[in-house]
């Protein structure tokens, strides 16, 4: 269904709710669901009226006082004022609806109940207004079905929640025989079973997982139906920690691919390796973030560079580099790069293709916060990025593209960007790449 034929038909609700839309809503509908009632007490009779709820998405939210909750497609705002109930002064609730009425409603439902702990936007489910690992737990309700887009969705979701944060909605899913097709029938009212509609609760479920996310649930079915291969369902499931999942996927990779073959590979690591000798005598300590199983150490050690350290995610990578090298002065460290503690200082802090992977703003400013903790006064990193126009995605996953100005507006005041060069890497698939070299020293 198209973000139109939805914004008309909540409009219309928004603006009749007590018209006949072929689904179940209004009070009696919340308390099938099992909506509390000390919820249903404390607001206001009038907002029970547009309660279209696919299920109650709080039975398993585990929502706590000062808790920020975020509820994608508020609607009316019924879902918003109950977790304002729960969340109490101390906390603060956010509000998301595409239809600009059901925004106006919702607003004003919750100016009705004096409840000064929420805030309505209107806003697509994937560009929300709200700052990295923010909120505590996401509610829906109904709502994701609706998106042609959900992996968009999911990752937005990913993007808001804290560490360990909690998704609870409820929504559509398909029921209908595999050999069924979608959109059988004519009429409108089966708008929940098209393209951008319900999918099965197992292709959910593996579409949530991928998105980032452990103790993925379905928690059970509900009385509601759009239509006959549809029915409402209860999910749950908590944030993967961002380097839980690094690691993941990247000891995933280096078991079961060819280093050598895969797209960021470089047989000869020429610019790294310029670039170090430019600022660098042999006898200082280097360290070479996310490593991988580069050739970088084989290329520094028989040019005669001593004090190195490579650190990796993915012990696969590391114990492939261990055994091709068989040299013990090397200094090898497992552990993600936001979270690394070496005790060393280090003249040279390398990284070839890490620092892109971190898409949001607090990991960016953890990753400089740790790097310039482990440079020594005076230090360079040499840091290399896909650039602006460049790929948009590496080894599945999405990355930030960079040139002078934006790498400029994610340094902290105590390093300098002094030298910057672009760079096309060959790729052993002999497609090419677009990267650009920055050199960074610390103040």
């Known amino acids: 269904m198209e973000n139109k034929n939805i914004i008309e038909l909540y409009t219309e609700l928004a603006q009749n709710p007590q018209k006949d839309f072929g689904w179940d809503k209004g009070l009696d509908n919340a308390i099938a669901h099992g909506y509390k009632q000390e919820w249903i007490d404390k607001i206001a009779p009038k907002v029970w009226e547009f309660c279209a709820a696919v299920g109650n998405p709080f039975t398993n939210a585990e929502i706590k006082k000062g808790d920020v909750v975020l509820d994608l497609g508020c609607g009316a705002g019924i879902d918003v004022l109950v977790a304002s109930l729960l969340v109490e002064d101390s906390g603060k609730v956010f509000g ?7 925004v106006e409603v919702a607003t004003i439902h919750a100016k009705e109940a004096s409840a000064d702990n929420v805030k309505i936007l209107q806003s697509s489910f994937d560009a929300i207004d709200l700052e990295d690992e923010s909120v505590d737990v996401v509610l829906s309700n109904g709502a994701i079905n609706l998106t042609s887009c959900k992996e968009s969705v999911f990752a937005e979701i990913y993007r808001v929640l804290k560490p360990n944060g909690k998704i609870s909605f409820a929504d559509m899913i398909d029921i209908s025989e595999p050999s069924s097709e979608c959109c059988s029938s004519s009429t409108e009212d089966d708008w929940a079973n098209c393209v951008a509609g319900a999918m099965r609760e197992s292709e959910l479920i593996e579409l949530i997982q991928k998105a980032g996310f452990k103790d993925v649930e379905c928690n059970g079915h509900t009385h509601y139906t759009t239509a006959e291969t549809t029915r409402g369902a209860i999910f749950s499931a908590t944030k993967i920690a961002a380097e839980e999942l690094r690691e993941k996927h990247w000891d995933s990779i280096f078991q079961k691919a060819d280093y050598t073959q895969v797209l960021w590979h470089q047989s000869s690591p020429q610019k790294s390796v310029e670039l170090i ?23 520094l ?20 580099v261990k055994s091709r090298l068989n040299n013990s002065k090397v200094e090898f460290i497992c552990s993600d790069i936001l979270n690394i503690e070496t005790g060393k200082k280090f003249y040279i802090w390398h990284d070839r293709a890490v620092f892109h992977f971190l898409l949001s703003k607090k990991e960016r400013a953890k990753y400089f916060k740790v790097l310039a903790s482990s440079l020594n006064s005076e230090g360079i990193a040499i840091i290399s990025t896909f650039k602006v126009d460049g790929p948009a995605q590496c080894a599945g996953l999405d990355i930030v593209q960079y040139d002078n100005q934006k790498m400029l507006d994610e340094l902290p005041s105590n390093l300098t960007l002094i030298q910057s ?19 960074i020293e610390k103040r």
């Open 421 to 439: 060069e672009d760079y096309t890497h060959m790729t052993p698939k002999e497609t090419t790449q677009e990267y650009i070299y920055f050199v």
């Open 96 to 102: 998301v609806d595409i239809t600009p009425k059901m």
């Open 277 to 299: 000798k430019k600022y660098a005598k042999n006898s200082v300590n280097i360290i070479d973030v996310g490593c991988g199983a580069s050739y970088l150490v084989d290329t």
């Open 301 to 320: 050690l028989n040019d005669g560079y001593k004090n190195i350290t490579l650190l990796d995610t993915a012990q696969t990578s590391l114990d492939i």
